[in-house]
């Protein structure tokens, strides 16, 4: 037999032989196929550039809430991606949360203002941005935060990292309350402070 002939033979063989030993098709894991990707008959809308703006029961400007695209199902579910929420004080924007993705639940209705609450579960590079009474820059940061937009609750058990001018603390866990600017860091707290 000819070299000519030869070559194209051994190349079909090994290529299939290569196909049939590590080709496998899509077909043949449909299960972790469906888990990446939602059913897109449950999408119920779906929107880019959301710019949201909430009020309280008085008509004052309580947050807002942008994003690159949303996502919302059938099921009441909303997944958000590159989410900035902008929470208000006295009509002032006072505290500034990003995050690389997120997602909405509704909860009950309020007790004090009888309006729908929106919680929000924040993860990825969550960063939380805020200015204290005196004007300094406050940052902590986080992977993941539950976030009550409506009554500034914040929470995590996550790793945190809370930064001012000159002050340095970390910690396992949060719970932040923005209104009455407390925050309870939960253990394994750590600290430096550093004189101006």
């Keep these: 037999m000819p070299k000519t002939t030869i070559m194209p033979i051994v190349c079909f063989v090994t290529l299939t032989l290569g196909l049939t030993l590590f080709g496998k098709r899509?077909?043949?894991?449909?299960?972790?196929e469906k888990a990446l990707k939602p059913n897109t008959v449950d999408i119920d809308t779906y929107a880019e550039g959301i710019n949201s703006i909430f009020y309280d029961q008085n008509g004052v400007v309580s947050y807002t809430l942008r994003a690159e695209n949303q996502i919302h199902f059938k099921n009441g579910y909303t997944k958000?991606?590159?989410?900035?929420?902008?929470?208000?004080q006295n009509e002032m924007p006072r505290w500034n949360i990003e995050a690389n993705q997120g997602h909405i639940s509704n909860s009950e209705n309020d007790s004090t203002?009888?309006?729908?609450?929106k919680?929000?579960?924040?993860?990825?590079?969550?960063?939380?941005?805020?200015?204290?009474?005196?004007g300094n820059r406050m940052l902590i940061s986080t992977e993941f935060l539950e976030v009550d937009p409506m009554n500034e609750i914040l929470k995590t058990d996550q790793r945190v990292e809370y930064?001012?001018?000159?002050?340095?603390?970390?910690?396992?866990?949060?719970?932040?309350?923005?209104?009455?600017?407390?925050?309870?860091?939960?253990?394994?707290?750590?600290?430096?402070?550093?004189?101006?």
């Design 119 to 134: 919680n929000l579960e924040l993860s990825g590079s969550v960063q939380i941005l805020g200015l204290d009474e005196f």
């Design 80 to 88: 958000i991606e590159k989410p900035l929420i902008r929470l208000f």
């Design 163 to 196: 930064k001012m001018a000159n002050i340095q603390h970390s910690a396992a866990g949060m719970i932040a309350n923005l209104q009455d600017e407390e925050i309870i860091f939960r253990e394994d707290v750590r600290g430096s402070y550093e004189k101006a």
């Design 26 to 32: 899509k077909s043949d894991y449909p299960e972790s």
């Design 113 to 117: 203002s009888g309006l729908k609450r």
